[in-house]
């Protein structure tokens, strides 16, 4: 009887360089890896001998940046989806891509299973498991953190040891991190003392504000239907746009974020994001849509924001409702098409200039010069009915009060 297969979620980091040979000691079964290129700026190629000096019997290597791009960052940014104010949502978007990919290979290599190295405290164990429950429920899934006794990062950097794996993270930078194309994240270490700042040291992508150029630094992009495809008149496509636009905040001291977050598993964290391209293309997006978007639908689109945000960081990107909040914001981005300048100085992201073909600002009612539009008389009626409720409601109360 050939042996129980299973696919494994592999970055080369901590968590997945012991889960290999712990997986054979453990199920006795072929471990095959899957590594997937979401633009954390690595290079991957060496992860083939890495994956089975450590037990692998093969490793895919699987470019997503224009998917994950075009897919899943592009939706969430028409959507305006922050979760709880300011997370950008960088990991939670990308697990999804990944756990697609995940149950697509494990279809391809006939497995029975598919593991990740997702903690049993965190989020990204929901959603990769909402992913693939949604998308081949008959797999199985196994999570080694839920299961062996492994309780911290320094048993698992003396379980590698011991089985000379040489692993990427130290005691002395024992940091638990996430890259991809649209930002960095810290967690762990002295981070989980909320009053503890972060160093200077900590930042692998953003200059420290107070280091940033004392020059402001201008940058134009273009938007048709929501989705950004120019920077300063150029149209490289999304992935190269949010690379170029990283670089730009970057040196700006743009996109850095720390956020104590309320975890869908019922705790608080704390982590500090780095997102500068993110940070940019979010501000200048909301900017083009205060020019282009009436109100009501400005006001309502708020509240689906706000849940499509969740549905993101709780891993429900498969589902009916995202689906169709998706289908909701589509429709109002059909005029959301235009030009945006926005000034990047130290840390700071703020808008500098809007046009759109779509413009609903019309300086002919907005003046306050003289005007053939508007009559002013006109606004005395309208208080009168809007305010009617609370004229009603006065006499009630002078009424009771006389009695």
Known sequence: MSKMKVVLAYSGGLDTSIIIPWLKENYDCEVIAMAADVGQ?????????????????????????????????FPTLKAGAVYEGKYLLGTSF????????????????GAQAVAHGATGKGNDQVRFELTVKALNPHLQIIAPWRIWDIRSRDEEIEYARARGIDVPVTKERPYSMDRNLWHLSHEGADLEDPMNAPRDELYMICVPPEQAPDKPEYVELGFEKGVPVRLNGKAPGGVALIEELNAIGARNGVGIADLIENRLVGMKSRGVYETPAGTILYAA???????TLDRDTAHYKELVAARFAELVYFGQWYTPLREALSAFVDVT??????????????????PAGVASPYSLYNEAFATFGEDAVYNQKDAEGFINLFGLPMTVRA?????????
Not at 285 to 291: A, D, P
Request: hydrophobic letters at 35%.
């Open 94 to 109: 990308a697990r999804p891509i990944i756990a697609r990919r995940l149950v697509e290979i494990a279809e391809r290599e």
């Open 285 to 291: 997006h909301r900017e083009l849509e205060s020019l």
């Open 333 to 350: 981005q059909r005029t959301v098409t235009g030009t945006v300048r926005m000034k990047l100085y130290k840390g700071n992201c703020t």
């Open 395 to 403: 006499l009630m109360k002078e009424s009771l009060d006389g009695r």
């Open 41 to 73: 700026g690595e290079e991957l190629a060496p992860l083939h001998e890495k994956a089975k000096r450590t037990g692998a019997s093969k490793l895919y290597i699987e470019d997503l940046r224009q998917e994950f791009v075009y897919d899943f960052v």
